[in-house]
């Protein structure tokens, strides 16, 4: 059985970063598509960043959403079987529970789509004040 278990959230200052990590358990599949997710009370959950290994090389693919790129980091340690997502120069509008999501395959171009993604964790809270 897959489990996504969230940590690091919290609350900051804008200006201020968080470490998120996710820790995923019970893949048989190695490499699977992860992402991270928000959403905050009444809105729609709002892809965040993804990343993908592909090829016989495993080469990464990492994509981002316009509103963090530049500020937000994706990373994976295949090793700890834990995805991360450095959040720097935080905003306000950054405040939102953060959720990991991982599949087996997601379609090309759906990296930030949340339907595209069967397992996900319980989510981590990120406040930020101005």
């Known amino acids: 059985q897959v489990q996504l278990v969230e940590s690091g959230g919290g609350s900051v200052q804008a200006g201020g970063s968080l470490r998120l990590s996710c820790v995923a358990s019970?893949?048989?599949?190695?490499?699977?598509?992860m992402a991270w997710f928000r959403q905050a009370p009444g809105k729609q959950r709002e892809g965040v960043a993804a990343i993908r290994s592909e090829g016989a090389g495993g080469y990464t693919v990492i994509t981002y959403a316009d509103s963090v790129k530049g500020r937000f980091t994706i990373s994976l340690d295949n090793a700890k079987s834990t995805l991360y997502l450095q959040l720097n120069s935080l905003k306000p509008e950054d405040t939102d529970m953060y959720f990991c999501?991982?599949?087996?395959?997601?379609?090309?171009?759906?990296?930030?789509?949340?339907?595209?993604?069967?397992?996900w964790g319980q989510g981590t809270q990120v406040t930020v004040s101005s």
């Open positions: 019970g893949y048989t599949q190695s490499r699977p598509y």
């Open positions: 999501a991982a599949d087996p395959y997601v379609r090309r171009g759906g990296e930030l789509t949340p339907v595209e993604y069967g397992h």
